[in-house]
């Protein structure tokens, strides 16, 4: 089984900021800012092309896009974040469980475009 289902079953313990039936927010082991959660869908999709192309995905999407507003309200990010979701080799993405990494609390600077 994968961290991040590991994670979703609290077979790993995580600093848990939010979770409902189909979601998990947790607190990223090495914050790149001051607040740095990541959105995790339950249901394991190995990234956002999977979850993307499951007939049934979409629960799982509105899930993560449902979480967001929540995840800013509980951490006082609402005045500004940056969301962010690596998918694949290419993208950077190092854990094969599809997550959206919430960055905030600083001003980010540090864009790409
Ligand atoms: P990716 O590089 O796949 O986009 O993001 C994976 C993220 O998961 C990284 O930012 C990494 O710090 C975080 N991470 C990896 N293992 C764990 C863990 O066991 N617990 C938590 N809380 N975060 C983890
Ligand atoms: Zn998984």
Known sequence: ???FCM???KEIPSTIVYENDDVICFDDIHPAAPVHVLIVPKRHFD???DLSQAVDGLVSYKAVLDAIPVIAD??????GFRLIN???ED???TVMHVHF???GGRKLDEKIL
Do not use: S
């Open 101 to 103: 990494h919430l960055l």
């Open 1 to 3: 089984m994968c961290i």
């Open 86 to 88: 690596n998918c694949g």
């Open 47 to 49: 990234n956002i092309v």
């Open 91 to 93: 993208g950077g993405q």
């Open 7 to 9: 994670i979703a079953n």
């Open 74 to 79: 509980i951490k006082g990010t609402r005045q």
